[in-house]
């Protein structure tokens, strides 16, 4: 019980947007591996969930959200990830989900987003905010490596496939993801790259990607997909909508944002 109630001291500290100790975030993410290890790529959720998208650190945005959807554990949800960079609370946006994630493992699903990297944090401010909140990299560090266990889709209630950006021409089936050793740096090509890169797009087949990443996918290899593993939509993140959310190719795919005023748009 102690671990319990240091636990939930600490989720309370963090709520308040408020850092915890060096030591208590190297213990936190000790947890949180021994629990991400057993997700699977693919990872399973039932309804009824509530499903975000990119929250790039922005805790008070988050803060919001749980006070509007109900908070953990009463509500169940599920982060497309994206949940550093850009913001100035990347640090205590991860923590806080992922202090959630160990305490309610069964309520909240954390999925990679393209910025749960190293070499992108480096870039897009997640690196530097640990290093000056913590006065060194070693937050960073323990918070990279759990990126690393983090599962790289979810389906919920076999029906609806959850992925950050979206598809790949190396994977038609849900069992080619289930295959792929997540537990690494993500590539900057192949399969699960393309999973946390690609974007919809209004054409059909396949395009190259300007983000230089991932691939563009047309409605015709979104049907392919769904057909083929027999669900009825895809949810994906990776994209600022201004509405929140917005849907593609006959309600077949659906883009989810959850960072309002990004970057101050």
């Given at each position: 019980?102690?671990?319990?109630?240091?636990?939930?001291?600490?989720?309370?500290q963090l709520r308040r947007c408020e850092l915890i100790k060096e030591s208590e975030v190297k213990a936190l993410c000790a947890k949180a591996r021994e629990i991400l290890v057993e997700e699977s790529n693919v990872q399973r959720v039932d309804s009824p969930v509530t499903v975000?998208?990119?929250?790039?650190?922005?805790?008070?945005?988050?803060?919001?959200?749980?006070?509007?959807?109900?908070?953990?554990?009463?509500?169940n949800y599920l982060f497309m990830g994206d949940f550093v960079d850009r913001g100035f609370y990347s640090v205590e946006t991860f923590l806080l989900l992922l202090a959630l994630k160990v305490?309610?493992?069964?309520?909240?699903t954390l999925i990679r987003?393209?910025?749960?990297?190293?070499?992108?944090?480096?870039?897009?401010?997640?690196?530097?905010?640990?290093?000056?909140?913590?006065?060194?990299?070693?937050?960073?560090?323990?918070?990279?490596?759990?990126?690393d266990y983090l599962s790289l889709s979810a389906i919920i209630d076999g029906k609806i496939f959850c992925v950050h950006g979206g598809l790949s021409p190396s994977i038609q089936t849900l069992d080619q993801i289930r295959t792929i050793d997540r537990k690494q740096e993500v590539p900057h090509d192949g399969p699960m790259c393309d999973l946390l890169w690609s974007d919809p797009e209004?054409?059909?087949g396949w395009g190259v990607s300007p983000r230089g990443a991932g691939y563009l996918f047309g409605s015709d290899v979104?049907?392919?997909?769904?057909?083929?593993?027999?669900?009825?939509?895809?949810?994906?993140a990776h994209q600022l909508v201004m509405e929140g959310y917005k849907w593609h190719f006959n309600e077949t795919v659906l883009t989810v944002w959850s960072a309002p005023n990004y970057c101050y748009r």
């Open positions: 019980m102690a671990e319990i109630s240091d636990l939930d001291r600490q989720i309370e975000c998208g990119d929250i790039h650190g922005q805790f008070y945005d988050l803060k919001e959200l749980f006070r509007v959807g109900g908070d953990v554990p009463e509500t305490r309610y493992p069964d309520r909240i987003g393209n910025h749960e990297s190293r070499q992108i944090t480096q870039v897009y401010g997640f690196y530097d905010e640990c290093l000056r909140k913590y006065g060194s990299v070693t937050v960073w560090r323990y918070c990279t490596e759990i990126f209004d054409t059909t979104v049907a392919q997909f769904n057909a083929a593993n027999d669900i009825d939509m895809i949810c994906r």
